[in-house]
């Protein structure tokens, strides 16, 4: 009976408080929250995940019918509402205070849609994983100098152009935003999320994949189960389409402090969007 270390049930339970009826990604539309958070030890010390930011943020909608993917990448520094706290903040703090739960439920707040399952990685999973898979096909747009997943200063240089990015080159296009800006670095994460999809429908080998989710362990937390990501592999493989979304915003600063100031229409819009892509029609029994 195969099982993973990584499965992590929200406390909420497992199904959102807006949906009526749990959600089955075996034969259901379903969200996923993926988020990506440096909880590298030489930073961070032993802590793992807990008290960290999100430095990466994007959520996903999978329909069935239409073999499609939507997805959109929130910037870290967005100024939003999270749920429980007095002032508006950072999207990426609602990890800091209330870890993925609250994570969750500031995205779920953000767009009035549910989000019913979220992976979570730290750098080292996403190295295992695109390590696993063989590598990712990504589109280059321009000349990459980046340090590497251990801070060595320039380590990874990646030309420009269609290419394979290893493990490590991957890590390094997806953290890389001096050059640009956390909004450009939101649009390469989504690269690389599309080229995971597309990659892992490439897998010939099952127990292979089982062996990575078992090992990924401590790196990763997912309320997905075993059997979900088992059947979330076929899943992959049917998926025609995957569109990427943009939310518009704006740079500000408030009491001298950055943020990124969302335009409320984008956030109704990429809202309204996901709900029709889900089929989502209703409301749960969120009381707040
Ligand atoms: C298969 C199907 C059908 C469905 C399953 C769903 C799918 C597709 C799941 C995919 C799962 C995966 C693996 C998705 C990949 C997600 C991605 C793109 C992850 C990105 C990489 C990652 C693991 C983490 C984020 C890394 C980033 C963006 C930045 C790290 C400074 C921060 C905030 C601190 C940080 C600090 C230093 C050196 N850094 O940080 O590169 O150093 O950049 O300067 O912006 O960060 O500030 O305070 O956390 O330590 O001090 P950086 P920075």
Redesign the pocket.
Known sequence: NASSKAQETLSRGEKSQLRMNEVD?GKDNFS?L???????KH??GEKGFEG?????L?L?T?NRDQKS?KMVSIP?DSYVTIPGRMNKDKI?HAHAFGGIDLTVDTVEHLFNIPVD?Y?R???D??LQ??DTLGGVDVDVKKKIV??DSQ?RPGAITIEPGQQRLNAEQA?AF?????ADS?IM?GD???Q??EA??KE?TQIKSIPKYGKLIENVGDN?STN?TFGN?LA??K??KS?GDIESLKLEGTDTRINNIYYYSLNEQSVQNIGARLKEHLAYTGSGTQDS
């Open positions: 990604p996923v993926i988020a990506g958070i440096d909880d590298s930073r961070k960290n930011r999100t430095d990466a994007i996903a999978f993917v870290r990426t399952y992976v990685v730290n750098f999973a996403f994983i695109v980046e340090q801070d890590l997806a953290r890389t935003r001096h956390d670095r390469r994460q989504k690389i999320v995971i999809i892992s990763m997905f990501m979330l592999l899943y992959a998926v």
